[in-house]
């Protein structure tokens, strides 16, 4: 119905311009009704064979990269055959339902010789306008199928990466784990057996959402906190943990496991290392639209030669590639060491609910 609305609007136009013309001086005075009549025999007549040139140009493409020299020749024939057909049929119709036509020539072969060469002409450069058009639709549509297939694809390896960044946490916190359980099985087997416990809550809640790029920042704050009631029983009255969260950050979409690798850090160069009492604060706020994430510890920081802060491990490295990965250049993770002592790691995200 679109295609042949086209073309009635097509016919309209020229129709009004048919019967404006009509009105130079000198010129013999053409009704509106004959004007249509002619301009929609025309146009109808070209809305139906556009369709089967649309459909020949779909079956024989005209390629480049290779050329198909084949489908290039045919069409040479082709247009011509439709040409000649269309003048044919459009002489046959006009002679039939305009009768003013005979006044003009006294028989149809008459009719048909005065005006076949002409109206051929202009009809196989109609013709062959179409199928340049055809051909652009098609090339078009292909190029927008690449360019959503390619789409897809650099979708679904984003993906992936993602999910291999995520997947490599998963031995490296285990292994981390295992190693302070297996320190603890002869020294203090009731404590070796509840950090056995307490692992295997934490790899349920990790399985439940083992194909979650992004939780709420309360179910993150869940597997940060079981992840530490394991280092709890490592480490007991060692280990001190403080949670600020602004209330409406918890449902906040953050990246699974974020936290989980900067809080691991924490422990191992504030808590691990000593005898005394370490203490980590574990900061969630909204600023306008982004959300701030800051983990603060009391240890002694992470200091190179120049005095500058790295970030080092796999841990550090994959939440900084998983980030990139998520939020392209719109996030940023900083880490400072306190002039009084300490690491403080701040993640800043764009705020998604």
């Known amino acids: 119905m679109l295609h042949f609305g086209v073309w009635t609007l097509v016919g309209l136009f020229f129709a009004t311009i048919s ?12 009704s509106f009704a004959d004007a249509l009549r002619f301009n929609l025999v025309a146009f109808y007549l070209w809305g139906l064979f556009s369709l089967l040139i649309f459909r020949f140009s779909r079956q024989f493409p005209v390629e480049f990269r290779p050329l198909k020299l084949r489908n290039l ?5 082709v247009l011509l055959v439709f040409a000649a057909v269309h003048q044919t049929t459009h002489l046959v119709v006009y002679w039939s339902l305009l009768p003013q036509l005979k006044r003009q020539a006294r028989t149809f072969e008459q009719y048909f010789g005065m005006y076949f060469g002409f109206g051929f002409y202009i009809d196989l450069i109609i013709a062959s306008l179409i199928v340049i058009a055809a051909h652009a639709l098609l090339y078009y549509q292909r190029f927008r199928a690449g360019e959503l297939e390619r789409s897809s694809l650099k979708t ?11 997947m490599q946490l998963h031995p490296h916190f285990l292994f981390n784990t295992l190693h302070s359980i297996s320190s603890l099985v002869l020294e203090d087997p009731p404590r070796a057996n509840a950090m056995i416990a307490r692992l295997g809550e934490f790899l349920r809640l990790t399985l439940e959402h083992s194909d979650q790029q992004m939780v709420t920042l309360n179910e993150e ?3 940060v906190r079981c992840y530490l009631e394991i280092e709890q029983v490592r480490f007991a009255d060692r280990l001190l943990v403080e949670f600020n969260m602004e209330p409406a950050t918890l449902s906040a979409q953050v990246p699974h496991l974020i936290l989980q690798p900067v ?7 504030a808590v691990a290392p000593r005898t005394t009492p370490g203490c980590i604060k574990i900061e969630a706020k909204r600023l306008d639209n982004v959300l701030r994430l800051e983990v603060r510890d009391n240890g002694s ?5 120049d005095g500058s802060v790295e970030r080092q491990g796999l841990g550090l490295s994959n939440v900084d590639a ?11 993770f900083e880490m400072t060491n306190a002039p009084a002592g300490g690491l403080t790691v701040v993640i800043e995200m764009p705020w998604t609910v």
């Open 19 to 30: 019967y404006a013309a009509t009105f130079t001086e000198g010129s013999r005075r053409l």
């Open 73 to 77: 020749l045919l069409h040479v024939p």
């Open 156 to 166: 679904q390896l984003a993906e992936a990466q993602l999910r291999a960044l995520k």
């Open 221 to 223: 704050i869940e597997f």
């Open 263 to 269: 809080v691991e850090n924490a422990i191992q160069h």
């Open 301 to 305: 920081g992470i200091r190179t030669s």
């Open 322 to 332: 998983r980030l990139r990965r998520i939020y392209g250049e719109q996030f940023s």
